[in-house]
């Protein structure tokens, strides 16, 4: 089950969960939290669901359908955290895997009152914290002073003072153009695979990568395993990401399923109208 907003421009959010689980192999329960207005570029605004839509949206397939995993995205308000946080309680033996995406467009006041809510409503049920290092260490490290930007193992530590067993800390970066990600616990890492920097600005590769990790530890990987196997899925969507508007590259999440390009195209009896994306 997923808990996510809606994103017009298909780079995150809803959308992003649902490509990315349906390509992984498993199947999704789409709860909407609200809507981005939005284009490939920059979010605009963000609608919040009252947080009785929330609740009864979730209530009431999970009345239905048995859950592997909850998936936690943008939910837009401190009620609609404290909503998933009473639903994720109320079955507290399924794992959590929460991704955290960045907030600097949202105002300050809002910003400051949804992860005040975060830390106390949802963190201590988490499973799986996933994050930017960037945008970890302004959450939870925010009076940080060190000589050196936070490890990931200094992000995991702090995530863990409110509850948080794992943390997968991506985006850290090393010299030679390459980002490292890391899996680790306050006591260590547990994996770590680095990947060279893409020449490029992407949109919703943090909810693509949090939502097969979810999606896979529902299929049963353990968590090294879904991990490994999910940035190996984000790198291929990254290498095959498009651009469909005038902003910023969405990753294609089903970049697995086309056609090889090398062979003849074969003849169509009509005609489709051209466009500027891959596909």
């Not at 400051?112 to 963190?123: H, K, S, T, V």
């Not at 702090?158 to 306050?186: K, M, S, W």
């Not at 508007?245 to 390009?261: I, S, Y």
């Amino acid at each position: 089950m997923v808990f996510n907003v809606n994103d017009s421009s298909g780079a995150g959010g809803i959308a992003a969960d649902l490509t990315t689980i349906s390509s992984v192999g498993a199947h999704a329960l789409p709860v909407i939290t609200g809507a981005y207005a939005r284009d490939t570029s920059e979010i605009i605004e963000h609608y919040p669901f009252d947080d009785e839509a929330v609740t009864e949206q979730a209530r009431t397939i999970l009345e239905d359908i048995p859950v592997e995993v909850f998936k936690v995205g943008f939910v837009g308000t401190p009620e609609n955290l404290s909503a998933v946080a009473s639903l994720t309680s109320d079955y507290s033996d399924v794992p959590v895997v929460a991704y955290m995406p960045d907030l600097s467009w949202w105002e300050e006041d809002r910003t400051d009152l949804y992860l005040d809510a975060y830390n106390e409503l949802l963190l201590p049920q988490v499973t799986v914290l996933v994050g930017n290092h960037n945008t970890l260490t302004r959450w939870l490290l925010p009076d940080w002073n060190g000589e050196n930007s936070p490890s990931a193992q200094d992000i995991a530590r702090a995530a863990h003072e409110f509850g948080v067993p794992y943390t997968l800390v991506t985006g850290i970066p090393l010299p030679n153009q390459f980002i490292d990600n890391v899996l680790c616990t306050p006591d260590g890492v547990l994996f770590s695979q680095r990947y060279e920097r893409f020449d490029a600005v992407f949109s919703g590769a943090g909810d693509t990568l949090s939502a097969a990790v979810a999606a896979l530890i529902a299929s049963g990987s353990e968590l090294v395993e879904a991990v490994t196997e999910s940035l190996g899925y984000l790198d291929g969507c990254l290498e095959s990401g498009f651009r469909p508007g005038m902003g910023n590259v969405l990753p294609d999440r089903m970049f697995w399923a086309h056609p090889e390009t090398d062979d003849e195209p074969e003849e169509s009896t009509f005609e489709i109208s051209p466009n500027a994306t891959r596909h």
